[in-house]
């Protein structure tokens, strides 16, 4: 019963991290616009995320550290500053929208303009990570997130042509309505939604609030391969359920209203009400996440006393960096900006600072000094080392793709 608990955190850090407010909207309008010539991208980014995460996760079982705590040791400060102001600065950026994907979500499910749920949302966040254990927190957000399971049923409930959307899958091609650096440009920003560096800052920390040591690797792997590729099969749900629907009506998704209108179609207002559920705890667990991991790239960096084992008088420059954060976040939201093309330009950075935070995840996990006999294996490299390229790659080309394409206009 305990190892079945831990899963959770796997879940939570799954639905919040694959399926939070830019994977609900990118993938919808992945499907919507290219059907499933995509999918091969979600496959390649829950194999990295597993080998990401895995890594992550070993690190802080047998060193005891979190993933700011080794940049820091093993590159310095001056190097690991520029890593932390990268990550840091993309991971505000995801707040902001992830509070914002709340509020689009409450305004699905009640019909009160989103302005007006932003402080409602931000506020409800920082009561649940000062008040609510850690546990129960995964618990309850990664549960209720998994009523998205909604979006693959209602992919039967619609009864596709599976033998079309099989050849989609298997044979990719680029659309005749849309470029091929169009096409590239998607690929990259499925993969960043994929990796996103959060997820690894919050699944490491979240190790170490747990305690987990060396006894607790089976768990972490459980985790990791239970976790993500449930995300995974959740955002290609989301990407076939519009491909169904959307893209033969020549609808390119926009809005998060668009993207609940296959769910509707195949499961009726019954999948409707399950699905916003869904959503705004998907949406809602990853605002937790992200705020989280701002204050533990901050306080790992620096030094400072952090985590929710702590009480928050013990930790108060945690707590108030994560204050700061969904301030920062409530502002910029109340300028108009629109979360979701916020979280569409974040999750692109993602892959381009990625290396930043691999790359020294990867070397901590071949050093004796800190992990002993849990170094990686050489099958294990072997595939690091392949992401590592398909990083590198990513990340150099990302700006070009997006200035070309208009931000996949």
Not at 90 to 116: F, K, P, R, W
Not at 152 to 181: H, I, M, R, Y
Request: aromatic share 10%; proline share 4%; charged share 10%.
């Amino acid at each position: 019963m305990k190892r079945l608990l831990g899963v959770a955190l796997g879940v939570l850090t799954a639905i919040g991290g694959f399926v939070d407010i830019g994977d609900l909207v990118t993938n919808a309008v992945v499907g919507s616009r290219f059907g499933l010539s995509l999918v091969w991208v979600v496959g390649v980014g829950v194999v990295g995320i597993c080998l990401f995460a895995n890594m992550s996760g070993r690190v802080a079982a047998a060193s005891g550290r979190a993933t700011f705590e080794v940049i820091r040791e093993r590159l310095g400060a001056r190097a690991g500053l520029a890593n932390l102001a990268a990550s840091f600065l993309i991971n505000l950026m995801t707040v902001t929208a992830e509070i914002g994907g709340v509020a689009l979500a409450l305004q699905l499910a009640s019909s009160v303009y989103y302005l007006l749920w932003i402080p409602v949302a931000a506020f409800a966040v920082w009561l649940v990570i000062w008040r609510v254990k850690f546990s129960v927190m995964e618990n309850v957000t990664g549960l209720l997130g998994l009523t998205l399971v909604t979006f693959a049923v209602a992919l039967f409930l619609l009864k596709p042509d599976w033998g079309s959307l099989a050849n989609q899958v298997l044979a990719p091609a680029v659309p005749a309505q849309e470029t091929a650096p169009t096409y590239w440009y998607y690929a990259i920003a499925l993969f960043g939604a994929a990796m996103t560096p959060y997820e690894v800052f919050f699944f490491s920390s979240g190790a170490v609030e747990e305690g987990w040591t060396v006894k607790d690797l089976g768990q972490s792997r459980i985790n990791v391969l239970v976790g993500f590729p449930l995300g995974g099969l959740l955002s290609v749900s989301i990407a076939a359920v519009s491909a169904v629907v959307l893209l033969p009506a020549g609808i390119a998704v926009t809005s998060l209203s668009q993207v609940v209108l296959p769910v509707a179609e195949g499961a009726g207002k019954v999948g409707l009400a399950f699905v916003l559920v869904g959503m705004v705890a998907a949406t809602f667990g990853a605002a937790l996440e992200t705020t989280l991991s701002s204050g533990y790239t901050l306080a790992q960096f620096f030094g400072w006393s952090w985590g929710k084992f702590r009480r928050p008088a013990q930790a108060a420059r945690f707590h108030l960096a994560m204050i700061i954060c969904l301030l920062v976040g409530i502002g910029v939201l109340a300028t108009g900006a629109d979360p979701v093309l916020v979280t569409e330009y974040s999750v692109v950075f993602s892959a381009i600072a990625l290396p930043l935070t691999y790359l020294p995840i990867l070397i901590v996990a071949n050093d004796p000094q800190y992990m002993g006999e849990h170094v990686n294996g050489r099958p294990v490299n072997v595939l690091a080392m392949i992401y590592l390229l398909i990083i590198l790659v990513a990340s150099v080309a990302a700006i070009p793709l997006m200035i070309v394409t208009g931000a996949g206009a």
